[in-house]
């Protein structure tokens, strides 16, 4: 894994981003997943993502990396763009190489699942952390923690054998430092700056209520949906009056839109429901919190076109059918029944 430790952070430390003071956090972070099935073939995806926005992706497939942004490359010039691909190209040949390596000498089995998790985070006022870490089957093994490769507590000697190797080549502690301590806190600051009007939007929630299936005889479930905002914060509450109500809030999961969407669920008696309000707060609607009301009517009417729809039906069948049904009832009913 000697050259693993690289180039992750593209190796391009000549970058000098400039950056206001940051309103909010985005951690810049880079998944690499890495999977052999045998000793003779590596499958390798890549992902990075800056805060919430999916930034950067390398498929296996492909011997580019996708920007996904207009200003995923932040302040690199096409040329640097260029010098990155090949650089990664080199890597991913050298983690192959690298796992290969440690396969015979440790005697591992195929397959081998490694996953690679590096990133940065800058802070105002010129201050930045840097995490790189390397997961074997699921598991942490091992870090790059200020000048070399560290093993994570409770795992194989095996990994001790590994971290050793890694930390006998000087030169590749140097690039690691390098990389972490300057190249992706500039990257990071390159595109945040680039980014910050993409970053720094605000889209309003939608929301709505619904009823799921009844938990039990006399009892309701209310849902209130909140969806297609960003950023994630959100706060969002079944309240009777002022009072929070005891709900259950599911995740808050993912629209394809990268904007984010959440369900706030309610079990309760029926009769109870009238008067319950579904509140949502985000930071797109300032103070203006939306408030939906659950409106017990609204089953009221659910039934009512229920049974206008059902009536319809009815008549629609009578009309078509009216034939088979006379012959039908000619058929069943015929003089004898009559007294
Ligand atoms: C931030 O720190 C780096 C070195 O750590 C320095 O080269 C750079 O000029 C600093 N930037 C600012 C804005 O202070
Ligand atoms: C990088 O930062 C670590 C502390 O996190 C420090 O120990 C190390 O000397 C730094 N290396 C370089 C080259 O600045």
Avoid at 39 to 60: K, Y
Avoid at 265 to 282: I, M, P, Y
Wanted: include cysteine; aromatic fraction near 12%; charged fraction near 20%.
């Amino acid at each position: 894994m000697g050259q693993l430790l690289f180039l992750l952070l593209w190796g391009l430390h000549k970058v000098w981003g400039s950056s206001d003071v940051l309103q909010r956090a985005f951690p810049f972070h880079m998944l690499q997943i890495s999977s052999f099935p045998n000793s003779s073939h590596v499958r390798t995806d890549c992902l990075a993502w800056l805060g919430e926005l999916q930034t950067h992706r390398w498929r296996n497939e492909s011997d580019t990396i996708q920007f996904l942004k207009p200003w995923s490359m932040g302040t690199f010039s096409q040329q640097q763009v260029k010098q990155l691909q090949q650089e990664f190209l080199v890597y991913r040949l050298s983690v192959f190489n690298d796992v290969q390596k440690f396969s015979k000498l440790l005697k591992l089995t195929y397959p081998i699942e490694l996953q690679v998790f590096a990133g940065c985070e800058v802070h105002p006022g010129n201050v930045s952390e840097s995490y790189f870490h390397v997961a074997f089957q699921g598991s942490l093994i091992l870090s790059f923690q200020g000048t070399s490769y560290k093993a994570a507590p409770d795992v194989s000697p095996k990994v001790d054998v590994v971290v050793q190797e890694l930390n006998k080549d000087p030169g590749t502690s140097a690039v690691m430092q390098v990389l972490m301590n300057y190249t992706c806190p500039q990257f990071v600051r390159g595109i945040i700056e680039a980014g910050k009007s993409d970053l720094e939007k605000q889209v309003k929630p939608e929301a709505w209520l619904s009823s799921g299936p009844s938990p039990g005889p006399g009892r309701l479930l209310l849902v209130c949906r909140v969806s297609g905002f960003y950023p994630k914060p959100v706060w969002a509450k079944w309240m009777r009056g002022e009072q929070e109500q005891p709900a259950q809030q599911g995740d808050i999961l993912p629209n394809a839109d990268e904007t984010w969407h959440l369900r706030v669920t309610v079990d309760v008696e029926s009769k109870e429901a009238a008067g319950l309000s579904c509140r949502v707060k985000h930071s797109s609607l300032g103070d203006q919190d939306i408030i939906l009301y659950w409106d017990g009517s609204r089953i009221f009417w659910i039934w009512i076109w229920t049974l206008v729809v059902l009536g319809c039906l009815l008549i629609v069948g009578l009309v078509c059918f009216r034939r088979p049904i006379w012959m039908w009832l000619k058929r069943h009913c015929s003089y004898e029944d009559i007294p």
